[in-house]
C-alpha cells in the first residue's frame, strides 16, 4: 500500500489526530506542508483527498480492518458520531461520561478519543477522570510516536 500524505503542521490537532490513527492502524504516513494550491487538503492518499480529517480518520479506519477504531455496536458508534460531531463540552459532562466508561464512547479506543484528546489536554491537572483518560490514551505506540514527532518538531 502506498504511504498516506498528511498535510499540515505537527502542532496542528488535527495534524496530530490523523498521524494517531495512522499509528494505531500501522498505516504508513509522511507528513507534509500545507499544500499551496489546495490548502484545505488535510489527507491523500493514491486518488482520494480529504478536507475533513474526521472523514480522513474513518476512511483510514475502513482501510486497514486491524485494531477498528470505530465501534460495531450501535449504541457505541453513535456515541462516537455524537461525540466527534459535537463541540467540546464543559469538563463536568467529560467526566460523566468518563464515569460510565474508560473510553468516549465504550470499553475501547475509538476516532473520538483521538480525536479529542488534544482539546482535553489543558483540563487535566483539575479533572482526575480526564487525568486518567489522558493517561489511557498516552500508553498506545501511536502516543508514543507522535510524541516522538513533536519533540522533534520543537527541537527544530
Known amino acids: 500500500m502506498l504511504p498516506v500524505l498528511i498535510y499540515g503542521a505537527v502542532t496542528e490537532r488535527e495534524t496530530r489526530f490523523l498521524v494517531r490513527v495512522c499509528e ?15 490548502p484545505a487538503v488535510r489527507l491523500q492518499h ?18 486497514v480492518a486491524e485494531n477498528p477504531l470505530v465501534p460495531d455496536q450501535p449504541d457505541q458508534l453513535g456515541a462516537m458520531w455524537e461525540i466527534l460531531l459535537s463541540k467540546a463540552g464543559s469538563a463536568e459532562e467529560m467526566e460523566r461520561t468518563l464515569a460510565a466508561s474508560p473510553y468516549l464512547a465504550g470499553e475501547a479506543l475509538t476516532l473520538a478519543d483521538l480525536f479529542w484528546q488534544g482539546h482535553w489536554q489543558c483540563f487535566a491537572e483539575e479533572s482526575p477522570a480526564i487525568r486518567d483518560w489522558l493517561a489511557r490514551l ?3 505506540p501511536g502516543a508514543k510516536v507522535l510524541a516522538k514527532l513533536e519533540a522533534t518538531h520543537k527541537a527544530g
Do not use: M, N, R, W
Open 46 to 63: 493514491q486518488a482520494h483527498h480529504f478536507t475533513s480529517a474526521i472523514a480522513a480518520g474513518v476512511y483510514l479506519d475502513a482501510l
Open 138 to 140: 498516552s500508553l498506545s
Open 24 to 38: 494505531e492502524k500501522g498505516i504508513a504516513y509522511c507528513v507534509e506542508p500545507d499544500l499551496p494550491e489546495t
